[in-house]
């Protein structure tokens, strides 16, 4: 089993474009989530998504949006960035037991914007 | 959610115990207490969770006192491969996302 991967590891981008991070579990997991993590600083959860279809807000949602595509995907897309979204962001999964308090996490996507 | 209190950092030897302590004087009847590790550059990965009195698995050991406003996380004989920062989380049992906050944590840095 890979876990939980995400895509891509590193990306720059210029203040108002736009991307979307990828992620993907293979655990069978129902509930994904994003946080951003600030240099130095602990992880803030962005949205998460308990079940297929279904997805809420977290602490810090704004600027951004998510799709949950399937069980297995939940993307997250920054739709004009700012130099304020230059962070590193880490999908995560937890499973089907409900116990979310075991979180599976990805390597991470470093994003700089400039 | 129950905030969470703990040292900002903790310096240890080799081979010695680490006792991180967590205070979370707000928490919750229905409140569980997890343990999280990170390394730099990587994800945070579950190390234990308990409710009440104490918990043991072949990594660490969390104690949880009779009014849990507190809790211990306990690694046994450090080596140099547990620096790292440690996380404490309080939260509830159910499947929703937003009840993990992750503070600050503590960073350990061992030395040999």
């Known amino acids: 089993n890979a876990g939980v991967t995400q895509t891509p590891k590193f990306q720059v981008l210029k203040t108002g474009q736009s991307m979307t991070l990828q992620c993907a579990q293979d655990m069978n997991h129902n509930s994904m989530y994003w946080y951003r993590q600030d240099p130095g600083m602990g992880l803030r959860l962005i949205y998460y998504?308990?079940?297929?279809?279904?997805?809420d807000k977290g602490e810090v949602p704004n600027g951004y949006n998510v799709s949950r595509l399937n069980k297995r995907e939940f993307s997250l897309r920054l739709e004009s960035a700012a130099p304020s979204q230059t962070s590193v962001y880490f999908c995560?999964?937890?499973?089907?037991?409900?116990?979310?308090?075991?979180?599976?996490f990805g390597p991470g996507t470093r994003l700089t914007v400039t | 959610l129950a905030k969470t209190t703990q040292p900002i950092s903790m310096d240890s030897y080799e081979g010695q115990e680490v006792n991180i302590t967590c205070s979370h004087n707000?928490?919750?009847?229905?409140?569980?207490i997890t343990w999280y590790q990170q390394f730099p550059s990587q994800g945070p990965r579950f190390i234990i969770q308990g409710y009440k009195t104490k918990v043991t698995n072949e990594v660490a050991s969390l104690f949880i006192p009779a009014d849990r406003k507190s809790s211990t996380l306990s690694l046994p004989r450090v080596s140099l491969s547990d620096t790292a920062v440690y996380y404490c989380?309080?939260?509830?049992?159910?499947?929703?996302?937003?009840?993990?906050?992750f503070g600050g944590g503590t960073r350990l840095m061992v030395k040999p």
């Open positions: 707000n928490i919750a009847t229905n409140d569980y």
């Open positions: 998504s308990a079940s297929e279809g279904t997805t």
């Open positions: 989380l309080v939260g509830g049992p159910n499947n929703a996302g937003n009840m993990l906050t």
């Open positions: 995560a999964s937890s499973g089907v037991a409900g116990n979310s308090y075991e979180q599976y």
